[in-house]
């Protein structure tokens, strides 16, 4: 089965579905979740430098024996200590992951960079130009931290990772439309918090409602957090997700060939989801 991609603004794809490092496995070895993924057909792997594991996701990269350009690496720059640059930063990346470039580059965190947003961003243009990474973004970036950069930026941003949920629509529409419109792609993470971090939401009966109906159409057994992730990936917002569990990694990989959600089944999970507010990570972002 052909991998779903979606186009970025500087001319790449990025594959929509990825395996991420963090939560989890933060500070954990990732070898053997990362092993499974890859095997399972995941081809998209989220890391950062503030995971401690991108050793063990370098590992099972090598390990994997997958030609480098079948796979998309995703790494993310964390706090500059000790007279770190952007670019020997991530050199340190490279090392580890035992990779020449990533695929995707991110600022972790704006709050990393206090004041230095434009001399930050400068130095990930420079880092792309050289070809360590082939598409540069940022990741829980509010529309003021775009603003203190982008006037200066010679290239733009191509992705925005935050976490995205129906239970954040209601807080990301102004957002979501700042990043749309400069063509700036989303990433969703922690897009499993309905059913994973705040049960006993106005959506439960809505996703077991379409769940069922997805099932019936499909003829073949359909989870909640399938619906989940088949809703962002209709929005066109890739899907960072993780798991510990074969079974579940595969049927991440499967919500493409699942039936798609109806008008009216979207409409449902949006209205429902604007009346609740639950922000798993990144409580600055509210602020
Ligand atoms: N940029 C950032 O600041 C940032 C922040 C957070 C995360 N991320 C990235 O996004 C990735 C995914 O983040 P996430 O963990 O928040 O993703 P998520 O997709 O919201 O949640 C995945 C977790 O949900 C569990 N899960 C799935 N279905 C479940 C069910 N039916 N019942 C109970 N638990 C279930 C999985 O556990 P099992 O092992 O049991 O399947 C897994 O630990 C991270 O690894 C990281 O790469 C980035």
């Known amino acids: 089965m052909a991998t779903l991609t979606f186009p970025l603004n500087d001319g790449t794809s990025i594959p929509a579905l990825a395996f991420g490092t963090g939560t989890a496995l933060y500070n954990k070895d990732a070898r053997d979740a990362v092993t499974t993924a890859i095997t399972s057909g995941f081809v998209h792997l989220d890391g950062a430098q503030m995971y401690g594991n991108e050793d063990s996701l370098g590992d099972a990269i090598v390990a ?14 964390t706090e500059l200590k000790n007279g770190a640059t952007v670019k020997s930063a991530l050199q340190e990346s490279l ?73 954040l629509l209601k807080a990301s529409e102004q957002l979501l439309e700042y990043t749309t419109k400069l063509g700036i ?21 809505v996703l077991a409602k379409i ?4 099932e019936k159409t499909a003829g073949k057994p359909v989870s909640e957090g ?21 079974e579940r990694v ?30 798993a990570f990144c409580q600055f972002l509210d602020k």
């Open 64 to 77: 994997s024996g997958k030609p480098r350009e079948s796979l998309y690496i995703t790494t993310k720059l």
């Open 95 to 167: 090392r580890k992951l035992k990779v020449d470039y990533v695929n995707l580059f991110l600022i972790h965190m704006p709050t990393h960079h206090e004041g230095r947003l434009k001399e930050v961003w400068k130095q990930m243009e420079e880092v792309k130009k050289e070809g360590l990474a082939k598409s540069i973004g940022v990741s829980n970036f509010r529309i003021k931290d775009f603003e203190e950069f982008l006037p200066e930026a010679t290239i733009k941003p191509a992705v925005n990772q935050i976490e995205f949920h129906p239970y």
């Open 185 to 205: 792609r989303t990433e969703s993470y922690g897009g499993l918090t309905p059913i994973v971090r705040a049960r006993g939401g106005p959506l439960d009966p």
């Open 211 to 214: 769940r069922e109906r997805l």
């Open 226 to 246: 399938q619906v989940l992730s088949k809703w962002l990936l209709q929005k066109e917002i890739v899907v960072v997700t993780t798991s510990s569990k074969p």
């Open 250 to 279: 595969k049927e991440y990989l499967d919500v493409p060939n699942l039936p798609d959600l109806s008008p009216e089944e979207v409409a449902e999970i949006e209205s429902t989801g604007k009346k609740q507010h639950t922000r």
